[in-house]
């Protein structure tokens, strides 16, 4: 795809969570805009995505495989530890990062249910795409490199275990596996802290534990890319390969042992950047866009293909002019699609709400409501890894990035609804429990710290819910 298609070298999630994530993708929307706080709250069931649009005019849809864009999904753990973030509790929610080796050597399929919605797919491009003359629309969600489960961190398992063969691992260069540089715990952001915590993940590791996770990572991103490679055959023997524009994408990164974490939930890139290559008629061979884009500029795309006018409401932009042949230069580009992007998370493993926006140059990540707890301000450019915060030194940059930041979404007052949500949640939650309730919350993922003080755990949450905030309305900046 790279070779034969444009790929956008800083794309971004707009929420580096699951459900967010993706009902900003269906959507066009920003997260405070879709108000999917959490992996349980994405976009109402009958909510028109661009595939509707795109059905309404007369293409011949289909969905396999992971969609995860609609409300009502997800553990109990998992949202009642959203819920709860604001707390002051810290307590571990998955298990110890690890890998798990197939014993069978030549095992290929190692994500079943992946492969069979890969073949459900291919089947459906066989017998139903090749024989109509209407367009199509093909999704095609898979589960990986997503961890596996980890039966061992409480009823509602965890994901915590990178799991592949040696068919894969054979296939990463083992000896080119850098070993992320990590700051002292002492050293970390306090929101780092928290996340790294609660992910298990502040005990001691080996180089070699860290490196073996990132080796199966990485192999299991190679299974990934097999079942895009049977797409793309599949489409290549059907003859649709030279007329079907092909998108590759995913909803957030992966941590891999970077800045002492697994899973994602930052706005590190390696949890908050995502892979974005585009394939097909009129699209840009062998072309590597470096302007910043985001998954909300999926579903404009996606209208801008099928020449359909684009809603005025979007928050994303088509990215056609970036990548079509008839695109001239980039500064065209700039009265288009403007020079930033925004990301925020509002969910679990996170004990406030953050925000990112994304320049060329600069990350700045403001939490909360903006004074309670400190930003943090990257030059990219110079400090890829992440390593220094340089708000403090730069209070300029970070007061005109805070600015830019406030005129495109009022956070201080998106964080103080999400507070009021999370505690309404909550209550509800607790009152659907009735008398089971300190026996069903001892026992989610967060059970082997949870069991050792319940009644402290227990006392920190109604001192929680005793506590004053005002429900704050009106999320759109005026």
């Known amino acids: 795809m790279k070779a034969h298609g444009t790929s956008f070298l800083n794309a971004y999630t707009n929420s580096p969570i699951c459900c967010p994530s993706r009902a900003a993708m269906w959507s066009g929307l920003f997260t405070h805009l ?108 898979l589960n990986l490199p997503h961890p596996y489960p980890s039966p061992s961190s409480g009823e509602n398992f965890g994901s915590s275990t990178f799991h592949t063969s040696l068919y894969w691992l054979k296939k990463v260069s083992y000896d080119a596996i850098k070993i992320p540089k990590w700051l002292p715990l002492s050293e970390m952001h306090p929101v780092d802290y928290y996340s790294s915590y609660t992910k298990n993940c502040t005990g001691k590791f080996t180089e070699k534990e860290i490196k073996n996770i990132r080796a199966f990572y990485y192999a299991m991103c190679a299974e990934t890319d097999a079942m895009l490679g049977e797409i793309i055959l599949a489409l290549h023997q059907l003859d649709l390969l030279q007329k079907t524009i092909v998108i590759y994408t995913s909803d957030h990164g992966e941590l891999a042992m970077e800045h002492r974490q697994f899973y994602k939930m930052s706005m590190y890139e390696a949890s908050a950047h995502v892979p974005l290559l585009i394939m097909g008629p009129r699209i840009k061979a062998n072309l590597q866009v470096s302007n910043v884009v985001s998954l909300v500029d999926i579903y404009p795309t996606m209208l801008d293909i099928a020449g359909v006018p684009l809603p005025q409401n979007l928050s994303g932009y088509s990215l056609l002019p970036l990548s079509s042949e008839t695109f001239k230069n980039e500064h065209e580009f700039r009265n288009l699609h403007p020079p930033w992007i925004l990301s925020e998370f509002h969910g679990c493993n996170v004990n406030a709400s953050t925000y990112m926006l994304r320049t060329n140059q600069w990350k700045y990540i403001a939490y909360s409501d903006g004074t309670s707890v400190l930003p943090q301000l990257f030059d990219l450019s110079s400090d890829p890894d992440e390593l220094t915060n340089i708000a403090t030194k730069f209070p300029e940059i970070t007061y005109s990035l805070d600015q830019k930041l406030r005129s495109i979404i009022n956070y201080p007052k998106v964080s103080a609804s999400v507070h009021q949500y999370n505690k309404e949640q909550f209550l509800k939650w607790r009152l659907s429990v009735g008398q089971n309730y300190s026996n069903v919350i001892g026992n989610l993922r967060w059970h082997q710290d949870w069991l050792k003080k319940p009644r402290k755990y227990e006392s920190a949450i109604d001192q929680w819910l005793n506590t004053h905030s005002n429900p704050k309305k009106n999320l759109n900046k005026s």
């Open 34 to 141: 879709t108000e999917s706080w959490n992996n349980f709250k994405g976009l109402d069931p009958n909510y028109t995505t661009w595939m509707d649009i795109m059905q309404k005019r007369g293409y011949r849809t289909q969905k396999f495989g992971k969609l995860d864009y609609t409300s009502g999904h997800h553990s109990i753990s998992n949202r009642v530890e959203a819920w709860t973030r604001d707390v002051a509790f810290l307590l571990r929610q998955e298990g110890r990062p690890m890998v798990n080796l197939i014993p069978k050597k030549t095992k290929v399929r190692i994500m079943e249910e992946d492969w069979k919605n890969t073949d459900r797919a291919v089947n459906w491009l066989r017998k139903e795409a090749s024989n109509y003359t209407q367009p199509f629309v093909l999704y095609l969600g």
